[in-house]
DNA sequence: ATTGAAACCGACAACTCTGACTGTTAGTTT
DNA sequence: AAACTAACAGTCAGAGTTGTCGGTTTCAAT
């Protein structure tokens, strides 16, 4: 046990090696991620996710010995990624003492243009017609699905015996948000999505309130 | 002019081979639709698109000379299908006497599960990093939002007079179908999903009575 | 019937991506 | 200090995709 306590923990914990490792590796998937959002999922090519990451190819097979290696540890660091910030935006909406609701809606709309969700979504629709991607994908997904509406009912503790009415306000918010996330892909609609947005957090009060 | 109007018109008038020329046409088309929905955007090939449609790779080049032809072709295709469909199950559901509402909004629900919809979520996904591809779909997805629009206007006259409630029920409609469309690639959520619509339903009625 | 054009077929070269391999440098252990 | 292990770089062959090209069959017109 090397155990000699005394300047930095990190590095006598892991050892240059193994701190540089997990900096690589860290690094290896957030390029893989930022590669998904810049070329789609069936654009992203190794090289091209070596080349962002700053490293050679061989020296990134080395940490995963294949594509798929890659692509298991960047589901699961955008399913870590995506979860902590949306954890992060709805906590620091709910302090903001004024319309939850409101501050919950934007916070949210946020999230479903992050380039994170981008990511997810290249994923999910690529998933279909890929077997192999959708057997790594769909238990995070399922998993970041339970996590998320656990942060929900956290964050939101008013809607407290209310469960049917809190069940839809999260799906009817989701899908709305998720409906605009891609229809933002091809048309720009500024006015009626704004629009909508407040028909929506009018209709969450009530769902709340009536 | 070879105008012997005497058994075949179509034959007469377009002759045996521009018409065969035709046909080949639309099922190549037909194929290149049915392999962005089997195999993905990114994941359909010229090979599969020939062989799906039934001849070989040196035909299909000769009625289109690249793969670009074929898409531009398909995404005009999969542009007419849509909106026939869309117009025919808007126009059935409306002549049902009942709650028309209710039922456009199963006729929408039914739209959006449909492939062809599917393969236009595919093309909106791919175009975002395809800048080929979005030269062509862009124009093509604005004049479907265009008559569908107007399709919608004229299918529902009783809503005549409440243009800003019309816009909000369309919009809200459009983006709950959409993100369900998209979420049930990952998730299988049947009785939520339900609730949501007969909410979403409710809601429009609403909106076209309140 | 023959000539021309259009539909159709198969083979080929150029390109790209992936995974495997060999070699080199830096850090760790004894 | 030596043996060992991990990180990194570069090259290679194989598979797959696209577009081009020459050749064959089928229809139309003179």
Not at 19 to 30: E, F, G, P
Not at 35 to 64: D, N, P, W
Not at 65 to 77: F, Q, Y
Not at 167 to 177: G, K, N, P, Q, W
Request: hydrophobic residues 40%; glycine residues 6%.
């Amino acid at each position: 046990m090397p155990d000699q306590d005394n300047l930095d923990s990190a590095v006598a914990e892991l050892g240059w090696q193994a701190q540089k490792s997990a900096a690589t590796r860290n690094a290896i998937l957030d390029s893989a991620i930022s590669c998904i959002v810049e070329y789609g999922y069936r654009g992203t090519t190794t090289t091209a996710i070596a080349q962002k990451a700053g490293l050679s190819r061989g020296a990134m097979l080395h940490h995963f010995p294949s594509k798929l290696d890659i692509v298991r540890g960047a589901v699961e660091h955008l399913h870590k990624k995506r979860l902590k910030a949306f954890r992060k935006a709805m906590t620091r909406s709910s302090e903001g003492g004024q319309d939850r609701v409101l501050l919950g809606v934007d916070a949210f709309f946020d999230h479903v243009r992050h380039p994170l969700f981008v990511a997810f979504l290249e994923l999910s629709v690529a998933a279909r017609t890929d077997p192999e991607l959708a057997g790594i994908l769909k238990p995070t997904a399922e998993a970041f699905e339970r996590e998320w509406y656990q942060t929900a009912k956290e964050v939101f503790p008013e809607w407290q015996g209310r469960d049917e009415q809190f069940d839809i306000a999260l799906d009817l918010s989701r899908y709305v948000m998720e409906g605009l996330a891609i229809s933002s892909l091809t048309h720009r609609g500024g006015d009626r999505d704004r629009r909508v947005l407040r028909y929506l957090a009018d209709k969450l009060h009530e769902l709340r309130d009536a």
